[in-house]
């Protein structure tokens, strides 16, 4: 039964693709099948080296101790991604913050692309260590986040200057909180 969190877990860790690929595709910059495959790639190996760490972790803690305490970390990492939007959204600073970055990036270089990896990898490590001690496994929360990553950076990149992909992106942060919230009531209540 693994599934629909790996899902939802693999929806929550790569939005931030989504709003990377819409980024790019704002600005005219195509991501190529390559470029997307390398930072995906990358995001993938981040999440699985967290996911591992933190099965490894929950097997060192008692069973109830390491479901509660990772969904509890979910639950939290959820309401700061819904606090911070709403910060940023009430301070109008998202928009300013965007600009400067679409405004900073004329091209997709090697080192960039190495770059939108790790910080990709690097977002999700968190995620990965709490959704595993809270009971997600890694192959299917692995094979979520990568078909995840690819889709999003590839259809955000796409489909960068439709109007409602843009609304959606700008709402990434939301969404994902909600999402790590409700994966971590599913953790709870599936895995108890």
């Known amino acids: ?5 790996s899902l939802l877990f693999g929806i929550s860790a790569s939005l931030d693709a989504l709003m990377i690929g819409i980024g790019y595709g704002i600005r005219g910059i195509r991501i190529r099948l390559w470029q997307n495959l390398v930072i995906s790639g990358i995001t993938l190996l981040g999440t699985c080296l967290s ?4 099965d ?5 803690l008692p069973p109830m101790i390491s ?3 990772g969904s509890i970390i979910l639950m939290l990492l959820g309401i700061w991604y819904v606090v911070k939007w709403l910060t940023k959204k009430l301070s109008h600073t998202r928009e300013a ?10 091209r997709l270089s090697l080192p960039e692309v190495l770059g939108l990896g790790v910080s990709l990898s690097l977002n999700n490590i968190g995620i990965g260590l709490s959704a595993s001690i809270a009971g997600l496994t890694l192959f ?8 995840c990553s690819l889709l999003f950076l590839f259809a955000g990149n796409r489909l960068g200057r439709s109007r409602p992909l843009q609304v959606f992106g700008a709402a990434a942060d939301p969404v994902s909180g909600i999402l790590l919230i409700l994966l971590a009531f599913l953790q709870v209540f599936l895995s108890g």
């Open 67 to 69: 479901r509660y305490s």
């Open 56 to 60: 490894w972790l929950a097997s060192k």
């Open 97 to 106: 913050a965007q600009t400067i970055v679409a405004e900073a990036v004329l």
């Open 51 to 54: 996911v591992g760490f933190g």
């Open 140 to 147: 299917p929360a692995a094979v979520a986040t990568l078909a």
């Open 1 to 5: 039964m693994q599934i629909i969190p």
